[in-house]
């Protein structure tokens, strides 16, 4: 088999920071023979820095599809993933979309129908399934230690960490803020654990209290955003009860009063045992994150923690380092080989948007919302 042909559709953070420097680690697998994004020298600079010698570059991602490839990557904002990633299928291509999915369940059962259709391979970029705790906790769960799993909740909490490039804080590029964005991570690998796909209502509540109010270099951090342009909510909070009876408590902020920051990550109450992602005392590190595991042996409560370090080096940065992306990228491409299935399966992100969605509309209607 020869050497897997590739385009990206988007060349700005993640493409750059994610997906590309993780393909570089498998040359002999994949190439990138095609760049497109609407800012051109975008994508000149991406296809310098990656691609190969001839690779082309568009504007237009409907030019870049006339091309001969196996794949798409979808790296744009929130609101053109539905409408690239179905033309891309039909087009005859693989997809790897970017999380979320879409902006609202319509666009996200397109893109399933659309991959149900044409037969190919579409996967969401949820690389925090990949990472050395998820799969632990993941493989817990399967191998039946924690019993069934009835109440969990998933954690998407930073203080003052607004994204302050592209347009993350445009509510109609990206349909919402921290819920659709980082909450998106969190409430997918719960669902992954639990292995539950069976929502039947949800309650949800929104805040847009700090990102209006507060100007981000006032507050002695980094993300110095602009409280004038800020339209998406800067916390939201949900509450899921499954068709089994299970629940799921979903929190998430880009700003709020906490000191608890913990992102992608999940607290899982089972039958037999329960377990929560922690970092490390006094550290929010991206790649030194703990798995504490409690549960009973020999009639006594016990406590322990499986070593779930990761192998790539700790950047100390949060927002940048992308820990379980090298496996994201091994796995695709073996699925893309056929060696594989692909992992994250888009009628399980299509199950997140739905929530995601309906979070949203309760806060709107003051109602639940039954699915
Ligand atoms: N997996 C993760 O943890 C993670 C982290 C960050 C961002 N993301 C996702 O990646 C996506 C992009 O985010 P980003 O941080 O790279 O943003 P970004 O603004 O840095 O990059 C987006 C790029 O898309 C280009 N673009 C916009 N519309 C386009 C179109 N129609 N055709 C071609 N190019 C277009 C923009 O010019 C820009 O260069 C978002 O959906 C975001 O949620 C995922």
């Known amino acids: ?19 590309l420097p993780n393909l570089a680690k498998f040359p002999d697998r994949a190439e990138v023979v095609a760049f497109c994004d609407v800012i051109e020298q975008k994508a000149i600079d991406t296809k310098n820095k990656f691609g190969t010698p001839d690779a082309k570059v568009f504007t237009d991602y409907r030019d870049l599809l006339k091309m001969d490839l196996d794949a798409v990557y ?7 993933h539905s409408e690239i990633t179905v033309a891309a299928l039909r087009a005859g291509c693989h997809v ?34 990949f990472r050395e705790d998820t799969l632990t906790l993941k493989q817990m769960a399967e191998d039946g230690f924690l019993g069934e799993v ?13 994204p302050t490039w592209g347009v993350f804080t445009n509510k109609y590029e990206q349909g919402g803020g921290p819920l659709i964005d980082i909450g998106t991570h969190a409430l997918d690998i719960t669902l992954w654990i639990m292995n539950n796909y069976k929502p039947v209502s949800v309650l949800g ?33 949900g509450f899921v009860k499954f068709e089994n009876g299970a629940t799921v ?17 999940t607290t899982v109450y089972g039958t037999k045992a329960g377990a929560s992602m922690e970092f490390p ?5 991206s790649t030194k994150k703990r798995l504490v595991v409690n549960t009973v042996v020999g009639g006594k409560q016990v406590v322990f923690e499986p070593d779930v370090r990761e192998t790539v080096p700790d950047s100390q940065d949060l927002i940048f380092n992308y820990p379980g992306a ?8 073996d699925a893309l080989e056929g060696k594989g299935e692909v992992v994250v399966k888009p009628e399980e992100a299509f199950v997140v948007t739905q929530i995601l969605e309906a979070i949203y509309k309760s806060a709107e209607t003051g109602k639940a919302v039954y699915l």
Request: net charge neutral.
């Open 249 to 265: 408590f979903l929190e998430s902020s880009w700003a709020l009063n906490t000191v608890e920051q913990k992102q992608a990550m």
């Open 96 to 129: 790897m979309c970017e999380k979320p999915m879409a902006i609202n369940s319509e666009e996200a059962k397109a893109m399933v129908d659309a991959a149900r259709e044409t037969g190919k391979l579409l996967t969401i970029g949820y690389q925090n399934r």
């Open 1 to 19: 088999m020869g050497k897997l042909r590739l385009g990206f559709v988007g060349c700005g953070n993640i493409a750059n920071t994610k997906h």
């Open 326 to 333: 090298e496996k994201e990228c091994k796995v695709w491409l």
């Open 150 to 162: 009835y109440m969990a909740k998933a954690h998407a909490l930073r203080r003052r960490g607004i």
């Open 74 to 80: 979808v790296c744009t904002p929130n609101r053109s």
């Open 205 to 237: 509540s929104t805040y847009n209290v700090l990102g209006t109010t507060l100007r981000g270099a006032e507050q002695g951090t980094s993300s110095h955003w602009d409280p004038d342009t800020y339209e998406v909510e800067d916390s939201a909070f």
């Open 281 to 285: 005392v006094g550290e929010a590190s």
